[in-house]
Nanobody, 116 residues
Framework: VQLQASGGGLVQAGGSLRLSCAAS????????MGWYRQAPEKQRELVAS???????NYAASVRGRFTISRDNAKNTVNLQMNSLKPEDTAVYYCNYYLAFSRQNLWGQGTLVTVSS
């Protein structure tokens, strides 16, 4: 499985961006997909995840502003980010986790910069 993330960029505070991650390979519909981010000099943190049944989980800092969704027919997971804040500035990584094989994969990262 390979992950290709896209959609990052520069946006003003209060704006929106939509990240997408396309996965190649098998078992996408069985995987938990997530978006993580890593700001400079900080640890990578979970932003949002969605499991195979569509249940979602969000970091408290983004709940109500970000929405994760998946399209199993297209093997894609998206992150709609609204009301962006400068503190959302980070490299965002797509993650694929398949529990039965413990396969844990990362995309290449896409930079999101929110200016104040």
């Amino acid at each position: 499985v390979q992950l290709q993330a896209s959609g990052g960029g520069l946006v003003q505070a209060g704006g929106s961006l939509r990240l997408s991650c396309a996965a190649s390979g098998s078992f996408f519909d069985s995987a938990t997909m997530g978006w993580y981010r890593q700001a400079p000099e900080k640890q990578r943190e979970l932003v949002a995840s969605i499991n195979s049944r569509g249940f979602t989980n969000y970091a408290a800092s983004v709940r109500g502003r970000f929405t994760i969704s998946r399209d199993n027919a297209k093997n894609t997971v998206n992150l709609q980010m609204n009301s962006l804040k400068p503190e959302d500035t980070a490299v965002y990584y797509c993650n694929y986790y398949l529990a039965f094989s413990r396969q844990n994969l990362w995309g290449q990262g896409t930079l999101v910069t929110v200016s104040s």
